[in-house]
Nanobody
Framework: QVQLVESGGGLVQPGGSLRLSCAASGFTFSTYAMSWYRQAPGKERELVAVISRSGGSTNYADSMKGRFTISRDNAKNTVYLQMNSLKPEDTAVYYC?????????WGKGTLVTVSS
């Protein structure tokens, strides 16, 4: 059974940092590109960052460049999102995604709230 379980969300003050984790199971993690998406209240889901199967290539949405870092540990079947300099507009549910060919898996999300 495929599972993607996000953790690490919570309440943080503006300018603070959080590290999200996504633990994967039920598929061959190292053969999937991994991504983080987010969905803010009343808005569509948007791509945050993507990392290649080996971890050697990453891409970010423009608004996250320089603040967020995606990484993965294929030995632990886990992908991470380090978020620094958080802003109130980063408030959203953050979702983990695994994709390969026509296969597409999603986690249930973890809520990040940036507020003073």
């Amino acid at each position: 059974q495929v599972q993607l379980v996000e953790s690490g969300g919570g309440l943080v003050q503006p300018g603070g940092s959080l590290r999200l984790s996504c633990a994967a199971s039920g598929f061959t993690f190292s053969t999937y590109a991994m991504s983080w998406y987010r969905q803010a209240p009343g808005k569509e889901r948007e791509l945050v960052a993507v990392i290649s199967r080996s971890g050697g290539s990453t891409n970010y949405a423009d608004s996250m460049k320089g603040r967020f870092t995606i990484s993965r540990d294929n030995a632990k079947n886990t992908v991470y999102l380090q978020m620094n300099s958080l802003k109130p507009e980063d408030t959203a549910v953050y979702y983990c995604n695994a994709r390969r060919d026509f296969l597409d898996y999603w986690g249930k999300g973890t809520l990040v709230t940036v507020s003073s």
